[in-house]
């Protein structure tokens, strides 16, 4: 089974840079979504991970390590509009079900 | 345009009283997953299906059945509400579960 770990609460500053950690143990692995969900609305899709490294998207950028079990979303150039909760989550290796972590509330302050 | 739909999006209902939970997605997914989520717990699978008449259980499936009979449809059927079942369910798409998944608005259930 899976076990994933984020830190609950951040805040941080807009303009500034803030990362995300996630941590995560598996019986298999095929990859690492990042989703962000904004109070009272649905998840909406970030990144997804497979291999080692990093990806850039925008003002957003998704890390993982396979071999740590960890991966962090980056968020460049803060905005006020970023505040909202960002989700890890992993597909099950042995079955077909997905586990999502318990998600880091970010609060963006002017 | 792409979307995922759920019905109704807020209900209040009583213990015991039978209750389902549509939704519908037009995009052709195979893959649909229910989701529950509650403060401090994060969002928690309920059940998923991999193609039509092919489900199965995730994480937290007592207390609720689906069916998948079309493609296009997942209703969430709750036989016999009770209180611990209050929670904001969602459901997702996605062309399979290695792949960006799409959400439905949220159905928030209140059983008392």
């Known amino acids: 089974g899976q076990n994933i770990d984020q830190p609950t609460e951040m805040t941080a500053t807009e303009g500034a840079i803030v990362q995300i950690n996630c941590t995560y143990q598996?019986?298999?692995?095929?990859?690492l979504f990042w989703y962000q969900q904004h109070a009272g609305e649905a998840p909406t899709f970030l990144s997804y991970n497979v291999l080692d490294g990093l990806e850039e998207k925008g003002r957003f950028s998704s890390f993982l390590s396979r071999s740590k079990g960890y991966s962090y979303l980056l968020l460049k150039e803060l905005q006020m509009k970023d505040s909202a909760s960002y989700l890890c989550a992993v597909p099950d290796n042995y079955g077909q079900n997905f586990v999502f972590g318990p998600g880091t509330r970010l609060s963006v302050l002017p | 345009e792409a979307q995922v739909t759920q019905n109704p999006r807020y209900l209040i209902t009583v213990t015991g009283k039978k209750l389902t939970v549509t939704c519908s997605q037009n995009m052709n997914h195979e893959y649909m997953s229910w989701y529950r989520q509650d403060p401090g717990l994060g969002l928690r699978q309920i059940y998923y299906s991999m193609n039509v008449e092919v489900t199965d259980k995730g994480d937290v499936p007592e207390g609720y059945k689906v069916s998948r009979k079309e493609k296009r449809n997942f209703p969430l059927i709750l036989e016999s509400p009770s209180p611990n079942q209050t929670s904001l369910y969602f459901c997702?798409?996605?062309?399979?579960?290695?792949?960006?998944?799409?959400f439905g608005p949220g159905t928030r259930l209140t059983v008392t």
């Open positions: 997702a798409s996605s062309t399979g579960r290695t792949s960006e998944q799409y």
């Open positions: 598996t019986s298999g692995f095929n990859g």
